[in-house]
């Protein structure tokens, strides 16, 4: 039994109302603030937004900020060991000898807490507020 072209037209129609009827939403976009903070050069703070899809991880808003942002730049290394790295800010790198490092940190009501994890496994928060800074360490004697 073959349908009615007016049939066929109603199905279309009630297909092109329903929500994701005929198109195909990708994942939410969860916004975030990225913010660069170097002390040590008495460099302005940078702040960015970015965003990254609902359930990813911090390395792919960092991506999206870079590829958008033409002031903001990141280099990362991978440890075979602990995994990605970064290495890099807006062209200024960690150095051992100097005993320098990119420290990752997330920003809530003026309180900072260092990640757990890198920026290849963190999971950001909507409207999180991320701060990379240039930071020092000591070394144990």
Not at 39 to 46: G, K, V, W, Y
Not at 64 to 80: A, G, S, V
Request: charged share 20%; proline share 5%; hydrophobic share 35%.
């Amino acid at each position: 039994m073959a349908l009615r072209p007016a049939a066929l037209l109603s199905v279309g129609f009630l297909l092109l109302l329903t929500p994701g009827g005929l198109s195909h939403k990708g994942p939410a976009s969860v916004p975030i603030r990225v913010s660069v903070e170097n002390d040590l050069s008495n460099m302005t703070p940078e702040s960015y937004s970015s965003s990254v899809v609902e359930g990813g991880v911090l390395l792919g808003a960092l991506r999206r900020l870079q590829e958008t942002e033409t002031d903001f730049k990141f280099t990362m290394k991978e440890d075979p060991n602990f995994g990605l790295f970064v290495e890099s800010v807006n062209g200024v790198a960690g150095n051992e000898q100097e005993q320098t490092y990119w420290e990752i940190l997330s920003e809530s009501s003026r309180e900072y807490t260092r990640l757990e994890v890198g920026v290849g496994c963190y999971t950001p928060a909507a409207n999180e507020h991320i701060v990379f800074r240039f930071s020092t360490w000591t070394s144990e004697q």
